[in-house]
């Protein structure tokens, strides 16, 4: 099978092309029942369906945050699976959010579950969790150039709890979110117009200028809507890396539903806000 164009180069484009925005797919049993929907297969797969329809023609990236479905079992993941193919078949950009990481013999078999062409829930880009170590990462990054798929790696997370990991100072000064950024721009040199590999960071961070955010990749950055970070935010936080920065908000867009056409004007709303805020960087 022949490989796709590298994710860096799809990414930037369908950035330039629909704005950067994505659009997270997180179907919360809360969000369920206020969609008047049961909390069941059937009301996960017409969840599932409303949103890819209303927004995967549109926004550049759509992130199905996979614990949602994995609540359902099997048919859950029927349910990923199809609303996956069509999200794409729509010309979005899928990154599947399951935040994987392991021992680099089984995070193989991680990555083959995504990131190989013929694999059932085949995404454009995977989260994955550093935390046993970058190198653990290896055969995830390897498949994922091979297949011109992409990795997003967890640096600088918007929860709160997560400082007392990504924060920790190493022995050579540098603390450990520092030391995953630069693993990534070691990743991503050379590579144009964008590299592969992104880092998440999350929009609720405040000021980032200690940290070296010029990655030559893609920032996903959470945090905007539910936890609190506004459009308006992203200039102070990202600094002159706003431009690689692709915002994501899931409740913010979803507690919009049922109505498609809702769904549509809240992701529009959010994409015009993020426009503003790049273009005045
Ligand atoms: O990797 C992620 O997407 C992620 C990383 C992070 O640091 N913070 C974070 O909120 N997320 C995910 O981003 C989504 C945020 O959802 P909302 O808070 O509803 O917009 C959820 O699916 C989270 O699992």
Same mark, same amino acid.
């Given at each position: 099978?022949?490989? =796709?164009?590298?994710?860096?180069?799809?990414?930037?484009?369908?950035?330039?092309?629909?704005?950067?925005?994505?659009?997270?797919?997180?179907?919360?049993?809360?969000?369920?029942?206020?969609?008047?929907?049961?909390?069941?297969?059937?009301?996960?797969?017409?969840?599932?369906?409303?949103?890819?329809?209303?927004?995967?023609?549109?926004?550049?990236?759509?992130? *199905?945050?996979?614990?949602?479905?994995?609540?359902?079992?099997?048919?859950?993941?029927?349910?990923?699976?199809?609303?996956?193919?069509?999200?794409?078949?729509?010309?979005?950009?899928? %990154?599947?959010?399951?935040?994987?990481?392991?021992?680099?013999?089984?995070?193989?078999?991680?990555?083959?579950?995504?990131?190989?062409?013929?694999?059932?829930?085949?995404?454009?880009?995977?989260?994955?969790?550093?935390?046993?170590?970058?190198?653990?990462?290896? *055969?995830?990054?390897?498949?994922?150039?091979?297949?011109?798929?992409?990795?997003?790696?967890?640096? =600088?997370?918007?929860?709160?709890?997560?400082?007392? %990991?990504?924060?920790?100072?190493?022995?050579?000064?540098?603390?450990?979110?520092?030391?995953?950024?630069?693993?990534?721009?070691?990743?991503?040199?050379?590579?144009?117009? =964008?590299?592969?590999?992104?880092?998440?960071?999350?929009?609720?961070?405040?000021?980032?200028?200690?940290?070296?955010?010029?990655?030559?990749?893609?920032?996903?950055?959470?945090?905007?809507?539910?936890?609190?970070?506004?459009?308006?935010?992203? *200039?102070?936080?990202?600094?002159?890396?706003?431009?690689?920065?692709?915002?994501?908000?899931?409740?913010?867009?979803?507690?919009?539903?049922?109505?498609?056409?809702?769904?549509?004007?809240?992701?529009?709303?959010?994409?015009?806000?993020?426009?503003?805020?790049?273009?005045?960087?």
């Amino acid at each position: 099978m022949s490989p =796709l164009e590298p994710f860096g180069a799809r990414l930037r484009r369908a950035m330039d092309e629909r704005g950067p925005l994505c659009v997270g797919i997180d179907p919360h049993a809360s969000l369920l029942a206020e969609w008047g929907l049961n909390d069941d297969v059937a009301g996960l797969e017409r969840f599932s369906r409303t949103v890819v329809e209303a927004v995967a023609g549109r926004v550049a990236v759509l992130k *199905p945050q996979s614990a949602f479905y994995e609540r359902f079992g099997s048919r859950g993941l029927a349910v990923l699976e199809k609303s996956v193919e069509e999200a794409r078949a729509a010309g979005a950009l899928v %990154v599947m959010d399951a935040k994987r990481g392991d021992i680099g013999s089984t995070m193989a078999a991680y990555a083959e579950s995504f990131l190989r062409k013929d694999a059932p829930l085949f995404s454009d880009a995977l989260t994955v969790s550093p935390y046993l170590g970058y190198g653990s990462l290896k *055969p995830a990054v390897e498949l994922a150039r091979e297949s011109g798929t992409g990795l997003f790696v967890l640096a =600088l997370t918007s929860n709160p709890e997560g400082a007392e %990991v990504q924060h920790a100072v190493r022995s050579d000064g540098r603390d450990v979110g520092a030391t995953m950024l630069a693993h990534l721009a070691e990743e991503n040199a050379g590579a144009r117009p =964008l590299g592969s590999f992104g880092a998440v960071v999350g929009a609720t961070l405040g000021d980032l200028s200690s940290y070296d955010l010029a990655v030559n990749g893609p920032l996903l950055a959470p945090g905007i809507g539910a936890q609190g970070a506004t459009p308006a935010d992203l *200039p102070r936080v990202f600094g002159a890396a706003v431009r690689n920065v692709v915002p994501n908000v899931s409740r913010g867009v979803l507690r919009h539903g049922p109505e498609p056409v809702a769904l549509r004007d809240a992701a529009e709303r959010f994409a015009e806000e993020i426009r503003a805020a790049v273009d005045s960087a």
